[in-house]
């Protein structure tokens, strides 16, 4: 199994920044593919990014792409999410993720959430 903790969350005004951490413990080397996911009141959870082990793919659901970036520092078994040009709309709990197979919907470990709230 691999152990996933997430930080970084916190509130942050409309066009701000923020920077979420996922640190991975375990058998990290059974799920490589990291990915992040959120979930809003009331909303079902959905993806937001995802990540190949070396960083050679990259996804990014519609809604982020040119505001988030996904990376990873696989010496420190972490992934990142910068949160740039944040929107009302982004607020949420952000889940981390980890599968074995590239991917949206294959992800099996699953991190406690970090609550990210961005004020208008």
């Known amino acids: 199994q691999v152990q996933l903790v997430e930080s970084g969350g916190g509130l942050v005004q409309a066009g701000g920044s923020l920077r979420l951490s996922c640190a991975a413990s375990?058998?990290?080397?059974?799920?490589?593919?990291r990915g992040w996911f959120r979930q809003a009141p009331g909303k079902e959870r959905e993806f937001v990014a995802a990540i190949t082990y070396t960083g050679g793919s990259i996804d990014y659901a519609d809604a982020v792409k040119g505001r988030f970036t996904i990376s990873r520092d696989n010496a420190k078994n972490t992934v990142y999410l910068q949160m740039n040009s944040l929107k009302p709309e982004d607020t949420a709990v952000y889940y981390c993720a980890a599968a074995t197979r590239w991917g949206r919907s294959d992800y099996d470990c699953w991190g406690q959430g970090t609550q990210v709230t961005v004020s208008s």
């Open positions: 375990g058998r990290t080397w059974d799920r490589s593919v």
